[in-house]
């Protein structure tokens, strides 16, 4: 069965040490058991759910149950939603774990970055500050934003303060360095987006 994609959480970063004792970062994720609970065809392409965490249905509102009972699978705090090419050898039901992934495969990774608040221009844009001296009334100020009375508006995407982080964003290329089928591990070269316990989807390439 083709690799469509897992489901994890981020467990956390350390290091290890390869043939020539060279430090490599890795990022520690426990990915799956996913089970697709929906699959879905349509004219160019087809989508797949996973369902990820069982919970038990109590923790689940009802009206969500009846995703789990039309299928009978059991209930999934995650549903999340894969794009795929073909669905020939995927059924309902299926699992999902490291093992479809190889050692040396090359991996996107999709999640929520972390959350800094608001921010002003210098941190969120890399804005250059004013003159802190010489009487200078402008340190951190945005400056002009826009024209006069023509055409008397600021356009749309101008770069302001604002809130920084807390947004989907996509990294690509990681490298699968190491594999735990037991305790279901997946150790991925350098760095992921979000904190310790982030929900994160794996995408082979």
Known sequence: ???????????????IFDDADNVIPVTILRAGPCIITKIVDYKFHSVIQLGFEQVEPKHIKKPNLGVFHKSGLPAFRVLKEFRVDSTDNLNVGDKL??????LGAKINVVGKTVGKGYSGLQKRHNFTRGPMSHGSKNHKGPGSIGQGSTPARV?????????????FATIKNLDVMALNQDNNLLVIKGSVQGKPGSLIKVIQN
Request: aromatic content about 6%; charged content about 20%; glycine content about 14%.
């Open 1 to 15: 069965m083709a690799t469509v994609g897992l489901l994890a959480r981020t467990v956390g970063m350390t290091q």
């Open 97 to 102: 774990d490291v093992s479809s992934f190889e």
């Open 155 to 167: 356009f749309p995407g101008k770069k302001m303060s604002g809130r920084l982080g807390n947004s």
